[in-house]
């Protein structure tokens, strides 16, 4: 079957809708079928490993040496890859080009199935993996303080050309068949399957709910191997075996609830923070040290740093293997591959009601959801309440966090997704 994936950006390192349609184009292709990725571009303008980060904890040597400077995989084997070459997407009008030109190859090239990851062209297959625009820019409000920083943001967003932009695509993107609209929109949780329904009118027929696969290598996952990589971590990272690290996962601080995360590590007993992406993270690291957690007060105290800025890394089965637990009180996430990835590897996840794959850590017990990233003291009893580490406890939770993830494989997930190719490409 000749397939076109269609997203703005074909780069691995951004986040987990490039992350995970790099893995699809190379998983399809190694099926056998013929892959064209129709991108605005695939490589990042800078070495975004270097930039990992600001005034951090420590120099992020690790990280450099897990494939900061290595060479970005821009055509996987077996994957043709277009760049639509254009305007900068940092405005309205770049977006919709973008589209015009994706949409102007597919007729052209006439793929069997056009699946988009992009608002710009929805395809014929639309998966909008990074949200619904308009629950995000929702959520964008509420992440500013009640009040005049909230109205700022909603000035902001309303004069902003290329937010207008998103919004008039998103609600092109999602018309019905008949109107121009795509076939199938998946859907990668109830969560969003409600925010479709409710902010569009969309109707239960032309949503396809299918939630995202555990995507990464199952190669860190042998115990031997895990503890090895445990106690390396630990060591170079200053960390005792008896401590109790919790990992904060993703690149967009302010939407992942990382200043939360600080404040709720900080009214723990004495569990740490690893931050582990690419960020801003000045106004944090001086956050840290104003709670007394990072590592300028803790020098001053005489005592280890409980929050570590490790940058961005691709060794993240060491940082699974080196925690004891996923913190992530995000803002709005539309579904969580690390969740998945952490599952793997045992780690209990405590997150917020805005966590599309909130409903594993439910359904298996596996961790704790709360109303909103701002109940830090929620999130502290929390982590002070998990089981220590080794007890039977806490055995337990790691054996319920991985079998959510086992039913989350990716092969299940392929043979789901090839059946909607076909039904929607009206081959037999």
Known sequence: ????????????????????????????AARGHEVHVVCHDVAPRVNRYRQATQRASHDAERSRQAGGTAPVDIAPDGVHVHRLRGMRLNSGLGFRLFGRRARTWCRQNRPDVAHSMSVAFAGDI???????????????????????????KQLMLNFSGKQRTLLALEERAVQPPAEGGPHKI??????????????????????????????????????????ERREWFRSNYKLAPTDRVAAFVGHDFRRKGLRYAIEAVARTRDWKLLIVGLGKAREYVELANALGVGDEAAARQGVPPRVLFVGPTKEMDTIYAASDALLLPTFYDSFGLVVLEAFAHGLPVISTEFLGAGYLVKQHNAGAIVANPREVDAMATILDGLPATGSPGQLALAERARNASTGMLPGPYLDKLLALYKDVSGKN
């Not at 929702?138 to 909230?150: H, M, T, V």
């Not at 409600?194 to 555990?214: C, F, H, M, S």
Request: charged residues 15%; hydrophobic residues 45%.
């Open 1 to 28: 079957m000749k397939v076109a994936l269609i997203i703005e950006h074909f780069d691995a390192t951004r986040g987990g809708a490039e992350h995970f349609t790099v893995w699809l184009a190379k998983e399809l």
């Open 126 to 152: 639309y998966h909008p993996h990074a949200g619904v625009y308009a629950s995000i820019q929702a959520q964008a409000i509420a992440q500013r303080n009640p009040g005049a920083q909230a109205t700022w």
């Open 186 to 227: 998946i859907s990668l949780c109830a969560m969003m399957t409600d925010q479709l329904k409710a902010n569009y009118g969309i109707t239960p027929k032309q949503i396809v709910e299918l939630p995202n696969p555990r995507i990464a290598s199952a190669r860190g996952l042998d115990p031997a191997v895990m503890a």
